[in-house]
């Protein structure tokens, strides 16, 4: 795994994203020292959620950051692979920026695949549970469809399993 080649076009991207390290510290909520280490290709043992919300916020689709480990151009960087933009695309769901997602959720509400739906359910105590429903990358119409319809089939006996009431310790 080439960490250092990581590191320099993790940075090239942000460049090009006209961003500045600092900037990038501050949407990461790190601090500007681990950005300097990251793109000078620290190595790791494995991928970190640093590393995949680094690539989200220099705009490189899931799967760019092994893919350059392996020695590739990140995705959507090959005139073959390029996919048509739309604002869907262009604009995350969300961001670290925000503060109010963890990285591991933030990658995968911004990693490629079909927003199909989402849902908040009510818990008990005044929590609530967000539910985000996405289709496969790339997924024909057919396999969007039949997606859609298993989760239209779970949804409400998800609901219903977090309507009963507890039952109490001991009975």
Do not use: F
């Amino acid at each position: 795994m080439d960490w250092v080649e990581l590191g320099r076009a993790l940075q090239a991207a942000r460049e090009a994203a006209g961003l500045t390290q600092r900037e990038i510290a501050q949407r990461l909520d790190v601090g500007l020292s681990t950005v300097q280490g990251v793109e000078r290709g620290r190595a790791l043992k494995k991928v970190s959620p640093l590393i995949r919300a680094y690539a989200a916020e220099v705009g490189w689709p899931r799967g760019s950051v092994e893919r350059v480990l392996r020695g590739e151009p990140p995705l959507g960087t090959e005139p073959e692979e390029a996919a048509p933009s739309t604002p869907e695309q262009a604009e995350p769901i969300a961001s670290v920026a925000d503060g109010k997602l963890p990285v591991r959720v933030v990658d995968d509400l911004n990693s490629e695949g079909v927003l199909l739906d989402t849902d908040v359910i009510d818990l008990p105590g005044g929590a609530q549970a967000i539910v985000v429903v996405k289709g496969r990358v790339r997924g024909t119409p057919q396999e969007i469809q039949v997606a859609l319809e298993a989760w239209r089939r779970v949804q409400p006996h998800l609901r219903e399993l977090l309507e009963e009431p507890p039952t109490p310790a001991g009975t």
